[in-house]
T-cell receptor, first 113, second 112 residues
Framework: SQKIEQNSEALNIQEGKTATLTCNYTNYSPAYLQWYRQDPGRGPVFLLLIRENEKEKRKERLKVTFDTTLKQSLFHITASQPADSATYLCALDPWSGYSTLTFGKGTMLLVSP | DGGITQSPKYLFRKEGQNVTLSCEQNLNHDAMYWYRQDPGQGLRLIYYSQIVNDFQKGDIAEGYSVSREKKESFPLTVTSAQKNPTAFYLC???????????FGEGSRLTVL
């Protein structure tokens, strides 16, 4: 069956450390993968998009990798801050660019001072 | 400022009543979407529209209806046929169906 898996357990880290969140998928062939941030009771906010032919993408303290062989994307936040605490969602297009996004359930990140 | 406006933010209704959630965007985006989010669940697509006067069912369209009479507006009606309507509803738009999504702040519907 088709699945997008993100860690259901919250990730707790200390301020200043690097947070790494994982998104694994099975039985999809996405042309790209996106990451969103969602705060409680708010709508998700787009962070980064990475295409299948890109190994890595960076934006300020954020870095995303995309390994189509492993069927995995890693999302890193370096020098994490308490303000980074939120739920992070990964989303992919299931059929190589011709359909709407499918979302994972998200992983909650808690950064303590 | 460009963005997506959803209203109302909170809505309470009795069982058996239809309710309509509003979604307006001024981003000049062609595509608009409605998602439902339940605790511990990912976003699930209800309906989407790629162009005015056209829309497609998503994964969980049963019990919902939409219209797209204007580019800026994509209202969602939760009908009495929807068995579990209590949820957080999110509207989004994008330049195209393959682009990044811009979300509204959501509407929380509680059916009593």
């Amino acid at each position: 069956s088709q699945k997008i898996e993100q860690n259901s357990e919250a990730l707790n880290i200390q301020e200043g450390k690097t947070a790494t969140l994982t998104c694994n998928y099975t039985n999809y062939s996405p042309a790209y993968l996106q990451w969103y941030r969602q705060d409680p009771g708010r709508g998700p906010v787009f962070l980064l998009l990475i295409r299948e032919n890109e190994k890595e993408k960076r934006k300020e303290r954020l870095k995303v990798t995309f390994d189509t062989t492993l069927k995995q994307s890693l999302f890193h936040i370096t020098a994490s801050q308490p303000a980074d605490s939120a739920t992070y969602l990964c989303a992919l297009d299931p059929w190589s660019g011709y359909s709407t996004l499918t979302f994972g359930k998200g992983t909650m990140l808690l950064v303590s001072p | 400022d460009g963005g997506i406006t959803q209203s109302p933010k909170y809505l309470f209704r009795k069982e058996g009543q239809n309710v309509t959630l509003s979604c307006e965007q001024n981003l000049n985006h062609d595509a608009m979407y409605w998602y439902r989010q339940d605790p511990g669940q990912g976003l699930r697509l209800i309906y989407y529209s790629q162009i005015v006067n056209d829309f497609q069912k998503g994964d969980i369209a049963e019990g919902y209806s939409v219209s797209r009479e204007k580019k800026e507006s994509f209202p969602l009606t939760v009908t009495s046929a929807q068995k579990n309507p209590t949820a957080f509803y999110l509207c989004a738009s994008s330049i195209s169906v393959t682009g990044e999504l811009f979300f509204g702040e959501g509407s929380r519907l509680t059916v009593l």
